[in-house]
């Protein structure tokens, strides 16, 4: 059964920098796509980024693309999130996912596999 685990989410100024972890155990995550969320208070969670397992390819959603960066270390079975330029509005408890099944879109919310969650707090 895979066991996803996020870390180092935190309190962070507008402008500045955090790299999420998500820590994969109990199954490699070579062959799940596998996506970052976001659920902000009071608001839907929603996707932000996805490693697609059909072709490979990362995709962003708009609001986050050019300031996140998905990065996967197969090695360590670990995937991260390396936000830059952070707003107020990306407060939220960020999670990872993961699911071994092809989608030809991997910006959804269907995963099987869901991490327990960081929170981020971008505020002065």
């Known amino acids: 059964q895979l066991h996803l685990m996020e870390s180092g989410g935190g309190l962070v100024q507008p402008g500045g920098s955090l790299r999420l972890s998500c820590a994969a155990s109990?199954?490699?995550?070579?062959?799940?796509?596998i996506g970052w969320f976001r659920q902000a208070p009071g608001k839907e969670r929603e996707v932000l980024s996805c490693?697609?397992?059909?072709?490979?390819?990362?995709h962003y959603v708009d609001s986050v693309k050019g300031r996140f960066t998905f990065s996967r270390d197969t090695a360590k079975n670990t995937v991260y999130l390396q936000m830059d330029s952070l707003k107020p509005e990306d407060t939220g408890v960020y999670y990872c996912?993961?699911?071994?099944?092809?989608?030809?879109?991997?910006?959804?919310?269907?995963?099987?596999?869901w991490g327990q969650g960081t929170q981020v707090t971008v505020s002065s």
């Open positions: 996912a993961a699911d071994p099944n092809v989608q030809t879109n991997c910006l959804i919310l269907a995963y099987e596999h």
């Open positions: 490693l697609s397992n059909l072709d490979g390819r990362l």
């Open positions: 109990g199954s490699s995550l070579a062959y799940s796509r």
